[in-house]
């Protein structure tokens, strides 16, 4: 069952903005400015420049390929289910990480409020955001978008007053850890941006892809960058440096110190907003990641089942659940350098991802949007992103290692067995040594992307022409000879004698021409018996010669039915003359690599559609 398509661009705004602006602003600032001193603005500003770059690939991406499951879709069917099963991993266990870390700030927030218990309150919270998540994903954004408002205009109150309490000597000892430790603190903080790949995972539920998805994502990352940056300066200005170097809670101390107790409330309001925005993302996008490897047999298929009733993969946003609880047991700095690590790898990969498709000359490939500078944009990215990881320490990675077993266990132990697909590093071999390695899975997986993506609802002609038989003739080809090939066909599909069929066709043509021009020609007879239809494609790069004025006709459309069929004979005809009076047509039924490609350009066509 299909997911709900029910986000628009402000969903995916909110749902990218209030992942990122949380514990990555009212926890982790006290931390990174420990290693940087006031230059730590600066960190964040490079962070969000760098998530800028990186997320132009995850947008292409996502235009092209709307699927659920996100970065783990694009790393499958770029590099094959090995390396799609480990980055699928990767990415589920790194949301749910940073959505961990949000459930940690909500429940230490209980805690001073109520004294219950952290761990109690968090798996509470917990049940909450699955319940939740469980209702729809509709339900769940629109909590979301309350939710971001409420936040960014209690940051807005926080920056507007804060601006003129700063005491600017707090800037003059500006990077007193060197120049070094602004830049190395970047791969620290990265998980302040990590939200940006949930919108990938939900894709699939997105309205309009090709123009939702790009404008909620940059202009997400554009404010958050923004925002970030100047709570940042005002916090600095506002807090003593010893004191905001061992604050937990940087943001709402600096509020206490120029608004007093009203302001402190105030902020740990928009904490509480924040941390709850987080993990409502985090489960609504992390659980499309088993979802997505239940769909390709990486994990079992009953965890990506869709509920019929709700539309959402119950299974698979409870299991997310229970990971998220386990991974509160990590200490604070152990997640968010192992969140920020994969976060890292995802983003390296989604950039890799976009250099193999593109090489690969995949003619479904057809993203809406490309990213600028290719392949400069992605190399830089893999190169720095790949140099932040290292920086992280060995901790980190080892980590990421365990999540990465995890991965490589399920697959080598379940999914080797269970999935089939191709994937585009074999297109591009392909190009580069044997033109026999691929079938057509992978072009014909991204067809039905293609068709989801842009709202084509398949006619019954669409269906007529997947069961088709394509021929593609070498050479020019007088009229008898074409006729008695087309005879050889139909005679085996209906089994009468190949000679009467030779005469049929032979006397519709002289009856009537069936060239409606000079590039396409439409014979049809009618045979006897029931319910039978059926169509032949034929393309002859040199012509056909039906007559001595179309003596090159280069398309055919036959097509063979019984009488009862004869509305759909003629909705058929009409079908036809809609597909080739398109623009670019005749170019691209020439230009087709193959008879698989002339299937797909014909049913990824923009003609008019008679649905019943």
């Given at each position: 069952?299909?997911?709900?398509?029910?986000?628009t661009?402000?969903?995916?705004?909110?749902?990218?903005?209030?992942?990122?602006?949380?514990?990555?602003?009212?926890?982790?600032?006290?931390?990174?400015?420990?290693?940087?001193?006031?230059?730590?603005?600066?960190?964040?500003?490079?962070?969000?420049?760098?998530?800028?770059?990186?997320?132009?690939?995850?947008i292409?991406?996502?235009?092209?390929?709307?699927?659920?499951?996100?970065d783990?879709?694009?790393?499958?069917?770029?590099?094959?289910?090995?390396?799609?099963?480990?980055?699928?991993?990767?990415?589920?266990?790194?949301?749910?990480?940073?959505?961990?870390?949000?459930?940690?700030?909500?429940?230490?927030?209980?805690?001073?409020?109520?004294?219950?218990?952290?761990l109690v309150?968090?798996?509470?919270i917990c049940?909450?955001?699955?319940?939740?998540?469980?209702?729809?994903?509709?339900?769940?954004?629109?909590?979301?978008?309350?939710l971001?408002?409420?936040?960014?205009?209690?940051?807005?109150?926080?920056?507007?007053?804060?601006?003129?309490?700063?005491?600017?000597?707090?800037?003059?000892?500006?990077?007193?850890?060197?120049?070094?430790?602004?830049?190395?603190?970047?791969?620290?903080?990265f998980?302040?941006?990590?939200?940006?790949?949930?919108?990938?995972?939900?894709?699939?539920?997105i309205?309009?892809?090709?123009?939702?998805?790009p404008?909620?994502?940059i202009t997400?990352?554009?404010?958050?960058?923004?925002?970030?940056?100047?709570?940042?300066?005002?916090?600095?200005?506002?807090?003593?440096?010893?004191l905001?170097s061992?604050?937990?809670?940087?943001i709402?101390?600096?509020?206490?110190?120029?608004?007093?107790t009203?302001?402190?409330?105030?902020?740990?309001?928009?904490?509480?907003?924040?941390?709850?925005t987080?993990?409502?993302?985090?489960?609504?996008?992390g659980?499309?990641?088993?979802?997505?490897?239940?769909?390709?047999?990486?994990?079992?298929?009953?965890?990506?089942k869709?509920?019929?009733?709700?539309?959402?993969?119950i299974?698979?946003i409870?299991?997310?659940?229970?990971?998220?609880?386990?991974?509160?047991?990590?200490?604070?700095?152990?997640?968010?350098?192992a969140?920020?690590?994969?976060?890292l790898?995802?983003?390296?990969?989604?950039?890799?991802?976009?250099?193999?498709?593109?090489?690969s000359?995949?003619?479904?490939?057809?993203?809406?949007?490309?990213?600028?500078?290719?392949?400069?944009?992605?190399?830089?990215?893999?190169?720095i992103?790949t140099?932040?990881i290292?920086d992280l320490?060995?901790?980190?990675?080892?980590?990421?290692?365990?999540?990465?077993?995890?991965?490589?266990?399920?697959?080598?132990?379940?999914?080797?067995?269970?999935s089939?697909?191709?994937?585009?590093?074999?297109?591009?071999?392909?190009r580069?040594?044997?033109?026999?390695?691929?079938?057509?899975?992978?072009?014909?997986?991204?067809?039905?992307?293609?068709?989801?993506?842009?709202?084509?609802?398949?006619?019954?002609?669409?269906?007529?022409?997947?069961?088709?038989?394509?021929?593609?003739?070498?050479?020019?080809?007088?009229l008898?000879?074409?006729?008695?090939?087309?005879?050889?066909?139909?005679?085996?599909?209906?089994?009468?004698?190949?000679n009467?069929?030779?005469?049929?066709?032979?006397?519709?043509?002289?009856?009537?021409?069936?060239?409606?021009?000079?590039?396409?020609?439409?014979?049809?007879?009618?045979?006897?018996?029931?319910?039978?239809?059926?169509?032949?494609?034929?393309?002859?790069?040199?012509?056909?010669?039906?007559?001595?004025k179309?003596?090159?006709?280069?398309?055919?459309?036959?097509f063979?039915?019984?009488?009862?069929?004869?509305?759909f004979?003629?909705?058929?005809?009409a079908?036809?003359?809609?597909?080739?009076?398109?623009?670019?047509?005749?170019?691209?039924w020439?230009?087709?690599?193959?008879?698989n490609?002339?299937?797909?350009?014909?049913?990824?066509?923009n003609?008019?559609?008679?649905?019943?």
């Amino acid at each position: 069952m299909e997911l709900k398509k029910g986000l628009t661009s402000i969903d995916v705004f909110c749902i990218a903005t209030g992942s990122m602006i949380s514990s990555g602003i009212f926890i982790l600032p006290g931390l990174a400015f420990s290693r940087t001193g006031p230059a730590v603005f600066v960190s964040y500003f490079f962070a969000g420049i760098l998530a800028l770059i990186g997320i132009m690939s995850v947008i292409e991406l996502s235009t092209a390929m709307p699927k659920a499951g996100g970065d783990y879709y694009f790393v499958y069917r770029s590099l094959g289910p090995l390396i799609g099963t480990i980055s699928g991993f990767l990415s589920w266990f790194a949301l749910s990480l940073k959505s961990a870390f949000a459930i940690f700030g909500i429940a230490e927030l209980v805690y001073l409020i109520s004294g219950i218990n952290v761990l109690v309150s968090s798996i509470l919270i917990c049940f909450f955001f699955i319940l939740l998540n469980i209702v729809g994903i509709k339900e769940s954004a629109k909590f979301q978008v309350l939710l971001v408002v409420g936040l960014l205009s209690l940051m807005v109150l926080y920056i507007v007053l804060g601006l003129p309490k700063m005491n600017f000597s707090h800037f003059e000892s500006f990077a007193p850890h060197g120049i070094n430790s602004i830049f190395a603190t970047v791969g620290f903080i990265f998980i302040s941006f990590g939200g940006l790949l949930k919108v990938a995972s939900v894709s699939e539920e997105i309205k309009n892809p090709k123009k939702n998805i790009p404008l909620g994502m940059i202009t997400s990352v554009i404010v958050v960058t923004i925002f970030y940056s100047l709570v940042l300066v005002v916090t600095t200005g506002i807090l003593k440096p010893d004191l905001f170097s061992s604050s937990l809670t940087p943001i709402a101390d600096a509020a206490r110190v120029f608004m007093g107790t009203p302001g402190f409330l105030v902020i740990s309001v928009a904490a509480l907003l924040a941390f709850i925005t987080t993990a409502n993302a985090g489960i609504m996008a992390g659980s499309r990641y088993p979802l997505a490897l239940g769909r390709d047999n990486l994990l079992p298929p009953i965890i990506s089942k869709v509920n019929k009733k709700f539309k959402t993969p119950i299974m698979s946003i409870i299991i997310t659940g229970v990971f998220i609880i386990i991974a509160l047991l990590l200490p604070l700095e152990m997640l968010i350098k192992a969140a920020s690590t994969v976060i890292l790898t995802s983003y390296v990969l989604t950039s890799t991802c976009v250099i193999i498709l593109r090489e690969s000359k995949l003619k479904h490939y057809k993203p809406s949007f490309k990213t600028p500078f290719y392949p400069w944009m992605q190399i830089t990215v893999i190169i720095i992103f790949t140099f932040f990881i290292i920086d992280l320490g060995l901790q980190a990675i080892e980590i990421s290692l365990l999540f990465l077993l995890i991965g490589l266990g399920f697959y080598f132990f379940y999914g080797k067995y269970k999935s089939k697909g191709e994937y585009a590093l074999i297109h591009l071999l392909k190009r580069i040594a044997d033109e026999r390695i691929t079938e057509h899975l992978l072009e014909s997986e991204f067809r039905e992307v293609l068709m989801d993506r842009d709202n084509i609802t398949p006619d019954k002609f669409d269906k007529l022409v997947q069961n088709a038989r394509i021929l593609d003739l070498k050479g020019k080809v007088m009229l008898d000879h074409f006729f008695e090939k087309i005879a050889e066909v139909i005679s085996n599909e209906i089994n009468v004698d190949k000679n009467r069929v030779f005469s049929m066709l032979k006397h519709r043509q002289e009856d009537s021409n069936t060239a409606i021009s000079t590039f396409v020609a439409i014979p049809h007879i009618i045979i006897e018996g029931n319910d039978r239809f059926f169509l032949i494609m034929v393309r002859c790069k040199q012509g056909i010669t039906f007559t001595q004025k179309e003596e090159a006709i280069k398309a055919v459309f036959v097509f063979v039915g019984t009488k009862e069929n004869r509305l759909f004979h003629l909705r058929t005809l009409a079908s036809i003359a809609t597909l080739v009076q398109q623009k670019d047509f005749e170019k691209n039924w020439l230009d087709a690599e193959n008879i698989n490609y002339l299937r797909d350009m014909v049913l990824l066509s923009n003609r008019k559609r008679f649905i019943t």
